[in-house]
């Protein structure tokens, strides 16, 4: 069983452009949860997602950010007209079910998105 | 406003030395706290989930401990390694489904 992949693992960008960010979370598993890690940070939550909903949306941006989980394929964060602050960590986590138990989030490897 | 602080931000120890991390959190009505290894570049690993129901959780040489009451968990690592050198995370859920992260602490065993 494959643990969460994330990809690309380095993304670069340049100002204005748009960057995706991929998610497969771990077989099973139909929650997923995105994270950024800024500079010398802990990490933050972003949103939660599960298939075709948005549960948890309050750590997202209001601007240029988005997410998706759908019915088939990987958890997709967009950020669109990327600019130097949007450089970071982005972690993607799993879980089988919803959390707050004794359920554990799994945590990829997450994708450092430079913008130039 | 749910806050997790960890101290100190780093640490150096010499190998074999027995250490203690530490994580406060603001609000007392936590689920759960768990505790990662993050490595330079690379992502998270659990290492040890105490739900507020427990006091303690042992993996290995790793011990980790929760009071709710004073706001307080710590991670005890016995007899350290080298290998033990990486960034540990403490994070704290208030609410289902969302983590609130220390900013970590750095810890460098030295052989």
């Known amino acids: 069983n494959a643990g969460v992949m994330q990809n690309p693992r380095h993304l670069v960008r340049r100002r204005g452009q748009e960057a995706r960010l991929r998610c497969s979370p771990m077989?099973?598993?139909?929650?997923v949860y995105w994270y950024r890690q800024l500079p010398e940070e802990g990490l933050k939550f972003m949103v939660y997602?599960?298939?075709?909903?948005?549960?948890?949306e309050s750590g997202m941006p209001k601007e240029r950010f988005s997410a998706e989980f759908p019915k088939e394929g990987p958890s997709i964060l967009r950020i669109q007209q990327v600019v130097r602050g949007d450089s970071a960590a982005y972690f993607c986590?799993?879980?089988?079910?919803?959390?707050?138990?004794?359920?554990?989030?799994?945590f990829g490897q997450g994708t450092r998105l430079t913008v130039v | 406003k749910q806050e997790v602080t960890q101290i100190p931000a780093a640490l150096s120890v010499p190998e074999g030395e027995n250490l203690v991390l530490n994580c406060s959190f603001t609000?007392?009505?936590?689920?759960?706290l768990q505790w990662f290894r993050q490595d330079p570049g690379k992502g998270l690993t659990s290492l040890l989930l105490?739900?507020?129901?427990?006091r303690e959780q042992t993996s290995g040489r790793l011990n980790a401990s929760l009071d709710k009451s004073s706001g307080r968990s710590t991670l005890y690592i016995a007899a350290s390694q080298p290998g033990d050198s990486a960034t540990y995370l403490c994070?704290?859920?208030?609410?289902?489904?969302?983590?609130?992260f220390g900013s970590g602490t750095k810890l460098n065993v030295k052989p």
């Open positions: 994070a704290g859920e208030y609410n289902f489904n969302k983590f609130y």
């Open positions: 077989k099973g598993h139909s929650h």
């Open positions: 105490i739900q507020s129901s427990q």
């Open positions: 609000d007392s009505a936590i689920y759960n």
């Open positions: 986590a799993s879980s089988p079910q919803g959390t707050g138990g004794n359920t554990e989030a799994f």
């Open positions: 997602l599960q298939k075709e909903n948005i549960i948890d």
